[in-house]
């Protein structure tokens, strides 16, 4: 029994019509204010004592009656008895019953111990905070649905409210299913997965002011999966499930929700994001969220968070929004909007995106963007350089810390952006092809580029500004990376006859020696068999796992995934910046780390580095 | 021994002086995954395994080995046997040791149960996720000094991380001090306050990831102060002092810090917060915030927030700004940076912002406020309807649901307020006159107005424009609001004889109706003594108190007192709208809103007040 088939809505459309059919009473409890931090207040809170509540010097001084300065001058001082006629006052301090106003510290004459002198008169109330100046008692102080902030307790404590009405929390049932999740702390095998998406949701939901209530992995099977629906609509206000939301032979979650409730809808027009269950149970809203961390990330947003919104009667606030400039061209399909990750920079002033890997599944790309670039359903895309708007989901200026490094992709990259990250810096690295690098620099449109090998002398021709200078970065050895010895002899053999090989995006360094090793192997390329990864720990990746058997690398990656290395050539690497840009705050940051012990010792501790001149500098082309 | 001179520094050059100056060795500890939501890295994190570990479909379909299908096309599809040569495989489920590509359930012919059918051939890899798509063994997924959020958590779990170093948060004393000050929860006496700022101050610090070390209240007491200082910076990392920061005559707060370390700054160029002391004791800050709810604030925010950031390495986010335009004028004197609190309403898609209370102490104007104006040293302000920058304190968008009324001042409207809170929305009054209502309706500063009694036919032939509305308010009674029955006789003669008289601000129908009253009884105004207050509720609240004797307001609010109410006239009150207005949601919501029985039946319950007609359209002018 396999349903292919199901009718897309569009997002907003879903969001609203689930939204419209969904109906809340949450109930009302009464909290002290000392606890209601973050609360969500469910009626208007009401001052029950004026602040002040009886008038209040606002300055150090004294305090007198001002009829009894009316005949004061500077060359005619009023002498005032202290104690009866006047009387010393702090700021704060409630004004004496016989006083009406307040003459500052800095005008008054001390005459003797007794005895003041006034120089100029004063109007009555002159320098005193009134009754109900702050708050009058009974004077509403905060509105209903309103989330309680820091600075609203004070406001509570100070006007004598000292409990507060507030919803009740919404519980929400977090069910993940899947026969194939152990949870987290247990080793999975093979087949197995650790279950992390029930993880991020219940944060998610405590962060919105829920109570997520995680009920444990619900394997694959409709009787079990239904039973756990039941008793979690029994027991709570509304229920996530996480995966199971496709139409895979495993995916039960529509039936059950179909047998028990209704579904309101199934699928969302959108990329990634697609296979959601908006359901309704005994009138409590089921939501089933899709398996892949991004997907499921999505749908919580898209749905969960204003079905929370709902319950309080608050919105959480609108998308943080900025204007920034492509640094690639953004290419998706129509027919569904597109949810692009970013990741944004500052180079010179201008704000520059750049998109991050796409598949719903790649949830680290989520942990590491800036936003959201949302494309319309019958856009396919933006050219790099365009100006975009993104949805942020990080704090803004974050991006003012991100170094963007375009060019050759390398470990010793890894090692250089843990060293930034330690003093406030995010180095971001943009593997591509050192000419595209150039191109990249030459626009703005990242900070600096690595480059590796030589340079060839039309290029430095063409790079001879003196604007631009070149920084040595390290020396590095690369080679062959293999699982075992290679089969037939040797490596030139064992590619013809199929071995399984992954390889640098062209224009890179490795791609380029790689070519030039085929054509002196005399292999025509266009019968080679490859797979592309952007760097060599992937490559490191796949062969340790044997979905590839062999690929360029380095020594360091080769060994920390147990690999054989065979070592094939050794070149320098060098880093090419903006003359300017490297008197900057993040360009001598960067200098100094790139001269450290700590750096180049860890560099060279990783194997197959040479650290001697790093930071050292070489000078214009 | 009244020290009044102090040496004032620009806020941001003090700030940067004293973090400077002040050093932090955090230390580090290792927490479970599950518990480290909203922590901080203390170093980069690292992936233990790939995600994926293995090869993955990335499709519901079949497994196959991609080098079986080469021969086949539409017309001549290829049979496989299941079990052997394709097996059924759903998305996340682990590749088959024979199998290297996935294809599609859509693109399948079932034979029988143990043949399928393939029409097209599939290159190898086709529709897997490699090992490592996700992250890769050893790669690192979260940099040093990030705050750990919900996707970070899934993340770290799904690579195999259940353990993380993050840094110890740092301990913060919060000392309040003042002989006056009775703790949350005790009933103060006269000249006592409720401590409401350490609450306040406390709740940030937790917000901001600090451990807040709530110490007591220490009465200004030099040797007492001096003790509770020191035993904090034992226990903690850093110290903040509430209130004692001033110069007055129980201010010791400088005294001490200086006896036990060293003042790097006492007071900034600002209004409000002038009074900030920063110091540094055994090497720890301790930070001396003003009393004042709005002072102690702005200084938390300047000082001790920046701290938080350094002790982790952390910035918090930018301000998050708008552009605004200005509702009214905005005055301030130059000599310091003004801070002035604003609420932003947003009327035909543009938003307006107004100035709060001014004054230091008026928290709950904070509470309300939606953010700050920042007025440079050098600068007066600016004019109604000219371009300034705002820096958020809510969530943005937060402005949408604000309705800004201007006019007639009347507790009527708080009624409304709470009832359209409830609903989400929040009204904004504006007290101010009938005919400045008007243009500030005019030039769209504000969504309508409210107004009461006669209009002149001049005026009517003015607003003769169809696009302009009035919909009934109510009728309500107005009079005299007094403690005691006035004293000789007649209120005329009372007030002859120097009542003190509180009455609304100028262009006010209470305001117009005693002008028109002192004519009648041969009052010059130039004769009367009066403050000005911005409603009947701090009128009323000054009687209560004894600051003022008598003034003009509502029955309900004379009750709420416990005041004499002396009916004086009775008069409609009416809304004018931009008639589009009444179409949008708000105008519908207020519509509604108005003719509910329940608004109607609150509003007369609390006396004075009639709503038969409430929400009925009376037309154009």
Chains 1, 2 share one sequence.
């Not at 569904?336 to 520059?352: K, L, N, P, S, T």
């Not at 037939?488 to 030039?516: C, D, F, N, V, Y």
């Not at 062969?543 to 065979?566: N, T, Y």
Request: net charge neutral; proline share 7%; glycine share 10%.
């Amino acid at each position: 029994m396999r349903q292919t088939e199901w009718k897309l809505a569009p997002l907003d459309e879903a969001r609203e019509r689930f939204l419209r059919e969904v109906r809340f009473s949450p109930s009302v409890e009464s909290v002290p204010v000392l606890k209601a931090h973050d609360r969500i207040t469910a009626k208007p809170v009401v001052a029950r004592r004026s602040v002040p509540e009886y008038p209040l010097a606002a300055m150090d001084g004294v305090a007198v009656r001002a009829e009894m300065t009316v005949q004061a001058a500077p060359d005619n001082p009023v002498q005032l008895s202290l104690g009866r006629e006047a009387i010393w006052i702090d700021t704060g301090d409630p004004l004496p019953d016989f006083a009406d106003a307040i003459i500052p510290v800095e005008q008054i004459g001390v005459v003797d111990e007794q005895k003041v002198q006034i120089f100029n008169p004063v109007p009555s109330w002159k320098h005193i905070r009134m009754v109900g100046e702050d708050v009058c008692a009974g004077e509403t102080i905060l509105p209903a649905n309103h989330r309680i902030r820091p600075i609203d307790l004070g406001v509570m404590l100070a006007s004598g409210v000292e409990e507060v009405s507030v919803w009740k929390p919404p519980r929400v049932a977090v069910i993940p299913t899947g026969s194939e999740l152990v949870l987290p702390g247990q080793a999975p095998e093979r087949g197995q997965i650790v279950e992390s998406n029930g993880t991020m949701i219940s944060g998610y939901l405590r962060e919105w002011g829920a109570v997520p209530d995680y009920c444990g992995i619900v394997p694959d099977e409709p009787d079990h999966l239904l039973q756990s629906v039941q008793s979690a609509v029994k027991k709570c206000d509304m229920v996530v499930l996480n995966a199971g939301s496709s139409a895979g032979s495993e995916d039960f979650t529509v039936s059950v929700i179909r047998k028990l409730g209704r579904v309101v809808q199934h699928g969302v027009a959108t990329r990634p994001g697609k296979p959601v269950i908006l359901g309704i149970v005994e009138g409590k809203p089921v939501v089933g969220l899709p398996g892949y961390p991004i997907s499921a990330y999505l749908g919580l947003q898209w749905f969960v968070r204003p079905l929370i919104e709902k319950w309080f009667g608050v919105k959480m606030g609108e998308a943080n929004e900025i204007r920034v400039r492509l640094g690639t061209d953004v290419v998706v399909k129509t027919g569904a909007e597109d949810f692009v990750r970013v990741a944004v920079g500052e180079v010179r002033g201008e704000m520059v995106a750049y998109p991050l890997a796409k598949g719903a599944g790649v949830a680290s790309s989520l942990s590491r963007a800036d936003g959201w670039l949302r494309v319309p359903t019958d856009h396919n895309g933006w050219k790099a350089g365009e100006s975009v708007t993104v949805e942020l989901i990080r704090p803004r200026g974050s991006w003012k810390s991100r170094l963007l490094v375009a060019g050759e992709p390398d470990a010793g990259l890894d090692v250089l952006a843990d060293q930034l990250s330690s003093r406030g810096f995010t180095l971001f690295p943009l593997p591509m092809g050192q000419e595209e690098g150039w191109h990249t620099l030459w626009e703005g449109r990242c900070h600096l580029v690595l480059s590796a090998g030589d340079i060839s002398e039309t290029k430095k021709v063409e790079m001879k500004d003196p604007s631009w200078v070149r920084i040595h970065g390290w020396r590095r050895v690369r080679g062959w990376m293999m699982r075992s010895v290679s089969g037939p002899g040797s490596i030139s053999k064992w590619l013809r006859q199929g071995a399984q090989l992954m390889i640098h995006p062209s224009g890179t360094r490795s791609r380029q020696w790689l070519e030039a090793q085929w054509a002196d192997w005399g292999i025509n390329p266009e019968d080679m068999q490859y797979r592309v990864a952007a760097n060599d720990r992937q490559i490191g990746a796949a062969i340790a796992a044997g979905a590839a058997d062999i690929g360029i690398g380095c020594p360091a990656v080769a060994r920390e995934f147990g690999l054989l290395f065979v070592p094939a050539w050794e070149e320098d690497v060098q880093f090419v910046a903006p003359k300017d840009w490297l008197r900057s705050s993040m360009g001598r940051l960067l200098m100094e780390e790139l001269q450290s012990p700590s750096f180049r010792t860890r560099l060279e501790m990783m194997g197959g580095y040479r650290c001697g001149k790093s930071g050292e500098m070489i000078g214009s082309f």
